[in-house]
């Protein structure tokens, strides 16, 4: 499968509408995730696991920047393991960000809970998987309407549960399409 911007959009607008949202409603991506029967584990109760006290340290703790999250398979079935250290709106893009990787079927060789994804998938499917995390969290559409209405950052990561640093990263050409229109039709530029 070849997955172009407008087929990833086109996949991500559909599941925003399996939940019933609006494209202008926030998502929440553990619900996408129980609507697929993907499990969300915290790193913690892998102990019961048989994951030793000294490996979880290591993420949680001594690492906890670097490792976010996991899509892991057991037999057919999918779950995801989260890094629970991680502040609430990064863990739900982080959800977002696994989830992605789902809806786009990346299959996997091997699984391990590496540092990042980069030995689990290609560079291209980890660009593709944040594409998707973009969409579902902050579809198109919203960031089109609200650049036009002059949102900054923290207003748009307020309204979407994103951090200001992922609201810029959706907002950013959006805005820049803004202030073009606002400048051929003589608009003052949005605030
Ligand atoms: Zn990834």
Known sequence: MRWTQALMRDVAQEERDGLGLSPVDPLDPYA????????????????????????????????????????????TARVIVENESHSHVRRRSNIAHELGHHL???S??????????????????????????GELLVPLSAATRMAFDGWDNAR???????????????????????????RKFGFPPPA
């Open 108 to 133: 996997f060789n091997n699984v391990i809970l590496g540092e990042d994804h980069k030995r689990q998938f290609s560079a291209e499917q980890e660009k593709q998987a944040t594409f998707m995390a």
């Open 32 to 75: 996408l995730a129980e609507e697929h029967g993907i499990s969300v584990y915290a790193l913690a109760s892998l102990g019961e696991f048989g994951m030793g006290a000294e490996t979880l340290s290591h993420f949680t703790v001594q690492r906890s920047s670097a490792w976010s999250a996991a899509l892991v398979p057991l037999g």
């Open 156 to 182: 748009v990561a307020a309204a979407y549960g994103v951090s200001e640093q992922f609201a810029q990263m959706q907002m950013r050409g959006q805005r820049i399409r803004a202030e073009r229109a606002a």
């Open 104 to 106: 786009l079927e990346h």
